[in-house]
């Protein structure tokens, strides 16, 4: 089972919309409270970098028996060095956006600390698509 | 898991089908079968609207009959402060006291007391707290079993500290069966609540355990007893009582929703009333928002408890004359003030467990549930989408869902099913 959605760069009123239907999903699906939690904390930093960061991205959300995968492929800015965006606290936040609540530098390492197998690849100017994916247990 | 117990119950011959309470039910626990409702109990979370929404007096609230307590030696009540805002202005708390025991109790707990100790400990508890914010206030009820049934992965959340009513019913049975020479057994601890959901929250704790109380009444239950003897003390200004259960202002300030301390007086505090308004909260922290807040305070009405559904007047009438009880007031009084310092050192508030996570039985594997779900995508698919309510269920997704789990059928749907329209005709048609 999958689904897809347009997540666009700088729209803060629509932020948190993709996760919010993962996660209403995989409550429908009554998948384990702590899975859900992973995912939707996973799916919401995703979706975050994008609108902090990029023009637009695809969000695409796959489930199997296995494992759920959330991928967010992005057109902007892409990450000039991996290493240091993954460091906890590490942030090019805009004050604005830390104002806002966003911008602390947890929404990369969040994103690996919540998922059983990460990666991300960049490329400068052109864009950035990070894959995060959580394993099910034998209760799903 | 053990059989659910809810405060209402819905009588069957009286209920003819009407959908009110189902529209009205903010967690779709309603369905309406053959022409009666009935409740999903698992799915249920004890907010008491359809029991607003029947027209009919279908739907009634299960509190206590009062001679249910005459086993218990000696019976104190524990009037939430909303009865004190239901009086005449010259009826004073005082008179109110002289009504209650009119009514049958022996005593009356003023338990200002206690509901400073709470919020000491509640002060504590946020400090020291290092999990997720904000901490979430367990006062409503309703709110508990929302989290239990809706966002089972805030439970932890949920203040670990027990109500003040907790705290007043336990300290009343060890003061009265001290000074009275009884077992705490045969002392009963009564809440006059406001709501049922109250009347539930003492049957069956949230928490798990028992709760310090023994039972409940309903405000309405002993109303008009209290308005008659209270109004005669106050007419005669004979009293048998010589004190005031509420001595400070501070009691009443709690019931209308105003924070009391230092803490709760920043910023990082909300409240928030009305059920809707409290999933569009829980909704944003769901999502990450609200970190910066320290505490929320939630309660299922609008206005808070002076509107739960056991009350009897308008929660307007009720907060104005609360809020002039507490212009009169002192802030708070020294008697209080030592009893506080005293008690606070020695006494634990914490609760035995959080409330653990509820709602329907988990069914079938993950493939099971997802061909379930796509099941239920590709029904809700065909229906019209105008969340009649004609099928018996409160919207078109719901009959998607529970023709799926092979609840209900695809021809429930009167846009899809004749039979179904002429079945409704036939079930609905007014005497000519």
């Known amino acids: 089972m999958s689904c897809c959605f347009r997540v666009h760069g700088r729209d803060f009123e629509k932020a948190g919309e993709a996760s919010t239907e993962i996660k209403s999903l995989l409550k429908d699906l009554e998948v384990d409270p702590q899975i859900i939690r992973r995912a939707v904390v996973v799916a919401f930093e995703a979706e975050m970098n994008v609108v902090m960061y990029a023009d637009e991205a695809t969000v695409t959300f796959v489930l199997t028996d296995e494992d759920i995968s959330i991928e967010a492929v992005d057109r902007g800015p892409g990450i000039p060095d991996v290493a240091h965006a993954m460091e906890e606290g590490w942030s090019t936040a805009t004050d604005e956006m830390r104002e806002m609540g966003f911008g602390f530098g947890m929404g990369l390492p969040n994103i690996r600390r919540n998922s059983d197998l990460f990666d991300i690849s960049t490329q400068v100017g052109v864009g950035t698509a990070v894959t995060a994916r959580i394993k099910l247990d034998d209760h799903g | ?432």
């Not at chain 2, 259960?245 to 105003?258: M, Q």
């Open chain 2, 1 to 432: 898991m053990a059989e659910l117990t809810h405060g209402f119950r819905i009588e069957e011959e009286a209920c003819d089908g009407c959908l009110a309470c189902m529209r009205a039910c903010p967690t779709d626990a309603i369905r309406v079968k053959h022409g009666k409702a009935h409740v999903l109990s698992e799915s249920c979370i004890d907010c008491g609207s359809c029991l607003k929404a029947c027209s009919r007096g279908a739907i009634t609230a299960t509190t206590r009959t009062f001679e249910e307590f005459d086993r218990f030696a000696f019976k104190v009540a524990i009037p939430s402060p909303v009865l004190y805002g239901h009086f005449p202005r010259e009826v004073r708390p005082e008179h109110i006291v002289d009504g209650l025991l009119a009514a049958g109790f022996d005593a009356v707990w003023d338990y200002g007391i206690e509901m400073r100790l709470v919020t000491l400990a509640n002060v504590d508890y946020v400090k020291r707290w290092r999990g997720p914010r904000p901490v979430i206030s367990i006062m409503c009820p309703v709110v508990v079993r929302l989290l239990q049934v809706s966002y089972p992965r805030m439970l932890d959340q949920l203040i670990r500290v027990h109500p003040p009513r907790e705290i007043a019913g336990r300290e009343a049975k060890r003061h009265f069966s001290e000074e009275l020479g009884l077992a705490p057994e045969q002392i009963a601890a009564i809440y006059v609540t406001p709501c049922q959901a109250r009347t539930v929250s003492i049957l069956q704790p949230a928490e798990g355990g028992r709760s310090y109380l023994d039972g409940s009444v309903g405000l309405p239950q002993v109303y008009n007893t209290v308005l008659a003897e209270a109004s005669e003390a106050a007419r005669t200004g004979q009293r048998h009582s010589a004190w005031s259960p509420v001595r400070s202002a501070d009691v009443l300030r709690l019931t209308l929703r105003r924070p009391l301390t230092e803490l709760l007086t920043q910023h990082r505090y909300l409240s928030v009333a009305g059920l809707p308004n409290v999933i569009r909260v829980f909704d944003d922290i769901e999502k990450g928002k609200l970190k910066d807040f320290d505490y929320l305070e939630c309660y299922a009405c609008w206005g808070g408890c002076a509107n739960g559904n056991l009350t009897v007047d308008n929660v307007y009438v009720t907060l104005a004359k609360l809020q002039s009880l507490i212009d009169e007031l002192p802030e708070i009084d020294p008697e209080t003030e030592q009893e506080v310092a005293r008690r606070y050192p020695h006494e634990d508030y914490s609760t035995p467990r959080a409330p653990a996570p509820r709602g329907a039985a988990v069914v079938g594997d993950l493939r099971e549930r997802v061909r379930r779900k796509q099941e239920a995508d590709r029904i809700a698919a065909i229906l019209p989408g105008l969340d009649c309510g004609l099928c018996g269920a409160p919207a078109c997704k719901v009959l998607a869902r529970d023709v799926a789990a092979g609840e209900a059928e695809k021809g429930d749907c009167v846009f899809l099913s004749r039979q179904r329209l002429e079945e409704l005709r036939r079930m609905h048609r007014r005497p000519e």
